[in-house]
């Protein structure tokens, strides 16, 4: 399948997930659940938006595999996965703050950052009204606007976004490095959803971002974006993001803040 279809496929089930996320939003939020520490929540809406957009997806494309933060993994056929986070934002989902979308994106081989070819994502934030999408060499658009990360700036310039771990130890780390890394940047923004930094990013609302520990369904899409954008998206010493560091930008200021984060031992 061409990737202009998957990509109207990850267009069309995100928008509709989306709407369905932003009415039970309207009817009220809970948690539900906690899980990988205290402060990880879920709540019913994460699950039911999954559960759509898997419903919708096996409908739509029988035989791909499916990777989902609530749901799990599922082996396909086609050598393609589809990697969802039906709510990438839940606490901000909760708190009833803007920044929160659903992130759906299709891959080619194992689904593992590391490896994978990313074929089409759709980051759609219905609180602030924009649908974000890129299909592999078809560029970046936001509601037929083609999107370009900005041009690079020295790093004391750089609007850096981040983000923090649900695991204490984690961010322990994560305050280590925050703390001197802001006196070598114009600012730092912690906005509480991956997908949209990264969206962000490829919009040229940002000039950097960089967080550690990411899953995945976090930045599939969203890294997808960034590169069709015109941006890089790699690791620290690994020329594509792992779990331990995702750090995205113009290439010049991904290097700059590459070798400060190494220096400052992230
Ligand atoms: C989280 C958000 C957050 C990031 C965390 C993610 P969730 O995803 O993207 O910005 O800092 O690393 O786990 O839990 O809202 O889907
Ligand atoms: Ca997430
Ligand atoms: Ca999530």
């Known amino acids: 399948m061409a990737h202009e279809d998957l990509l109207e496929i990850a267009r ?19 948690v539900a659940a906690t899980k990988s520490s205290p402060i990880d929540i879920v709540t019913a809406a994460d ?42 934002g839940t606490v901000n989902y909760l708190y009833g703050l803007p920044n929160w979308s659903v992130s759906i994106a299709v891959v080619e081989g194992d689904p593992d950052p590391t490896t994978w070819t990313a074929l089409a994502g759709a980051v759609d934030a219905p609180a602030l009204g924009e649908l974000y ?54 600012d730092l923004r912690r906005a509480g959803g991956a997908a949209i930094d990264l969206a962000y990013l490829a919009a040229g609302r940002l000039d950097a971002y960089f967080e550690q520990g990411l899953n995945p369904w976090d930045q599939a899409a969203g890294a997808l974006l960034v590169q069709e954008a015109g941006g890089v998206v790699r690791g620290l010493d690994e020329e594509r993001p792992t779990n331990r560091m995702t750090i995205a930008g113009s290439a010049g200021v991904v290097e700059e803040l590459r070798a400060a984060l190494l220096e400052l031992g992230a």
Do not use: C, K
């Open 12 to 30: 069309d089930v995100a928008r509709e997930a989306g709407e369905l996320a932003a009415r039970l939003r309207r009817e009220g939020v809970e």
């Open 47 to 88: 699950r039911a938006t999954e559960d759509l957009i898997r419903s919708r997806l096996a409908d739509l494309r029988p035989g791909d595999g499916f990777l989902g933060e609530e749901s799990g993994a599922e082996r396909g056929t086609t050598g393609l996965t589809w990697v969802v986070d039906p709510i990438d």
């Open 133 to 186: 999408t890129a299909s592999a060499g078809g560029g970046a658009w936001l509601e037929g606007r083609p999107l370009r990360v900005r041009e690079a700036v020295p790093l004391d310039r750089a609007l850096v976004a981040t983000g923090f771990h649900y695991t204490q130890a984690i961010r322990a780390n994560q305050a280590r490095v925050a703390q001197p890394l802001l006196a070598r940047v114009r």
